[in-house]
């Protein structure tokens, strides 16, 4: 009876160095394969940086300065200010149908100064700003599906020339319940040195963009 007793008690043992060695064994291809999906993620995000200039990497640029809740980087790369005036106006200029587009149109540079917004297109850009800036802190305009996290992660389009100093470069948003892609046009314009985001074209809902 003992040496039966021993016997099974061995092959407890044995069977709990077995789970053992596989639960280590499982833990430790979890943590090779995440570590691997890391190195393959920055592998990639490097090699879409790698691909972009001019305009086009300062929209990256822009997101990278976004996601890690820098609020200096991201204005140096977005005037929000005049990316929400210019939504306004073009949400105003479609409610009123007007057809004047020099009404939507950002003047040359794109700052939010070379504008006379009316007062309700001023607080909707102050109150854009609050609330983007407060999301660039927590983390919400990076969140899957968001304008920048699309960036991040399969980089910005074509890019079209309008003169020396306007770009519109491309994004391809995710497809819609409907399988549609929405396609925007972010404008950069020319600051000295740098490329700045001074409008969001082609969206009728530029909080969805960030949001």
Same mark, same amino acid.
């Given at each position: 009876?003992?040496?039966?007793?021993?016997?099974?008690?061995?092959?407890?043992?044995?069977?709990a160095?077995?789970?053992?060695?596989?639960?280590?064994?499982?833990i430790?291809?979890?943590?090779?394969?995440?570590?691997?999906?890391?190195?393959?993620?920055?592998?990639?995000?490097?090699?879409?940086?790698?691909?972009?200039?001019g305009?086009?990497?300062?929209?990256?640029?822009?997101?990278?300065?976004?996601e *890690? #809740?820098?609020?200096?980087?991201?204005?140096?790369?977005? =005037?929000?200010?005049? &990316?929400? !005036? +210019?939504?306004?106006?073009?949400?105003?200029?479609?409610?009123?149908?007007?057809?004047?587009?020099?009404?939507?149109?950002?003047?040359?540079?794109?700052?939010?100064?070379d504008?006379?917004?009316?007062?309700?297109?001023?607080?909707?850009?102050?109150?854009?700003?609050?609330?983007?800036?407060?999301?660039?802190t927590d983390?919400?305009?990076?969140?899957?599906?968001?304008?920048?996290?699309e960036?991040?992660? *399969? #980089?910005?389009?074509e890019?079209?020339?309008?003169?020396? =100093?306007?770009?519109? &470069?491309? !994004? +391809?948003?995710?497809?819609?319940?409907?399988?549609?892609?929405?396609?925007?046009?972010?404008?950069?314009?020319r600051?000295?040195?740098?490329?700045?985001?001074?409008?969001?074209?082609?969206?009728?809902?530029?909080?969805?963009?960030?949001f």
């Open positions: 009876m003992t040496d039966t007793i021993a016997h099974s008690g061995g092959r407890d043992i044995r069977g160095s077995r789970g053992a060695r596989v639960l280590v064994s499982g430790v291809l979890l943590s090779v394969l995440m570590l691997g999906g890391c190195a393959s993620d920055e592998q990639q995000r490097a090699d879409i940086r790698e691909s972009l200039e305009p086009s990497l300062a929209v990256f640029e822009l997101a990278e300065a976004a *890690a #809740g820098d609020i200096t980087g991201v204005r140096t790369y977005m =005037d929000s200010s005049s &990316v929400g !005036v +210019v939504f306004a106006r073009e949400t105003l200029a479609r409610l009123d149908d007007d057809d004047d587009s020099e009404a939507s149109t950002p003047a040359a540079g794109g700052h939010s100064g504008f006379d917004p009316s007062a309700m297109e001023r607080t909707f850009a102050e109150r854009f700003v609050e609330e983007f800036l407060a999301g660039v983390g919400t305009v990076v969140a899957e599906g968001t304008l920048f996290s960036i991040l992660t *399969a #980089g910005p389009g890019a079209e020339s309008l003169s020396d =100093d306007e770009v519109l &470069v491309s !994004v +391809v948003m995710p497809a819609d319940e409907d399988g549609q892609t929405e396609i925007v046009r972010l404008r950069m314009s600051t000295g040195q740098r490329w700045m985001l001074v409008a969001i074209e082609d969206t009728t809902d530029l909080y969805g963009l960030f």
